[in-house]
């Protein structure tokens, strides 16, 4: 805590410091108008004086700011905090240079006398310095708030992305599982060992999405191994109706994509397309060195299914999120593809 204290005072004293050349600067500028036989600083015994009046100076206002970030903040009421700040800065430095005036006057002539238009002077220039002094307060103050506000709407933009994905993920329990459970109760009356390799399968489905639902991203070889068997759910729900061919690098399988990518976009594919004995529905998941491809032909239905495109809004903003780069979206010569960046 001392640490703490002591680094924050050597910070300030610095800035103190530097604050105070310009201060007696500006307090020799103020003189040499004022005072026509005046010489400037005599003695360094002078200028250190003024450096010490302008630390001074600066240490009020350091405590008075911090008062009235108390009593009017920043964000609440800039501009009754503005006014305040500059009147109550002004006042502080009128009293201190009128000081400093004083004691230079009574040393020099041995008498104290003020005249009006010497002290309205002064005030001016000490009305013009304090204002742009606020200026640039005001000004950082704003950099910092802009700063702050463009890392909470990322911060916002990610954790709704996520949320939006999360619920995304959701979808597949109701929908997913109620046709599972339908095939499964016509099958299990056929056929006893696909029976039992349907459970299994729908079991390793749900495991995965329990397991990797608060990941971010997951190897290529894993999310394949669980496509394999939402696939083999699917094929045997339509039988000889869907077909789904993959082709991926070996060399990609330690590489990484978000959980679900590939399962959200192939349950898409069947929920816009016609899935029928007629038109058998074909859906290829291959690869290139920078994407994972989704391609299925446009076949769509009459009346879809609910869904207005959400799902690969969401997919869309959760790659944005995680590597800064979109899905790419195509419909050329009637084959609806999806390349997603591998990561």
């Not at 703490?4 to 020799?28: H, Y």
């Not at 998941?285 to 391609?295: A, G, L, R, W």
């Amino acid at each position: 805590m001392f640490e703490m204290v002591l680094n924050s005072f050597r910070k300030r004293l610095l800035s103190s410091i530097l604050l105070a050349l310009a201060g007696a600067g500006l307090l020799e500028l103020i003189f040499q108008l004022q005072y026509r036989y005046y010489k400037g600083f005599q003695s360094f015994e002078w200028f250190m004086g003024a450096i010490i009046l302008t630390v001074l100076f600066i240490e009020i206002i350091y405590h008075l700011k911090s008062r009235l970030d108390r009593a009017a903040a920043w964000d609440k009421q800039p501009v009754y905090r503005l006014f305040l700040q500059i009147l109550s800065y002004w006042t502080v430095g009128i009293l201190i240079f009128t000081g400093i005036r004083l004691v230079y006057v009574y040393l020099v002539s041995a008498r104290l006398f003020i005249l009006f238009s010497d002290e309205l002077t002064i005030a001016l220039f000490i009305l013009v310095g304090i204002i742009l002094m606020n200026i640039v307060d005001f000004g950082i103050i704003l950099l910092r708030q802009w700063r702050d506000t463009l890392a909470e709407a990322e911060k916002y933009k990610k954790e709704s992305a996520e949320f939006e994905f999360e619920m995304l993920q959701a979808q597949i329990n109701p929908h997913f599982l109620f046709n599972s459970l339908n095939t499964l109760s016509s099958l299990v009356y056929e056929d006893a060992d696909r029976s039992a390799e349907f459970i299994r399968k729908l079991s390793d489905v749900y495991r995965h999405v329990l397991d990797n639902r608060h990941k971010e991203l997951i190897d290529i070889r894993e999310e394949l191994s669980f496509i394999e068997s939402y696939i083999f759910l699917l094929e045997l729900r339509f039988e000889k109706k869907l077909k789904v061919e993959i082709q991926i690098a070996d060399d990609l399988l330690r590489r990484k994509i978000a959980p679900l990518t590939l399962q959200l976009l192939i349950e898409n594919a069947v929920k816009h397309n016609i899935v029928s004995t007629k038109k058998p529905l074909e859906i290829k998941i291959f690869s290139d060195n920078k994407f994972i491809i989704v391609e299925n032909p446009m076949q769509e239905k009459a009346i879809t299914e609910d869904g207005n495109g959400m799902g690969l809004r969401n997919i869309n903003s959760r790659y944005k999120s995680l590597c800064g780069e979109k899905i790419i979206i195509s419909t050329a010569n009637n084959v609806f593809t999806v390349k997603i960046p591998i990561i």
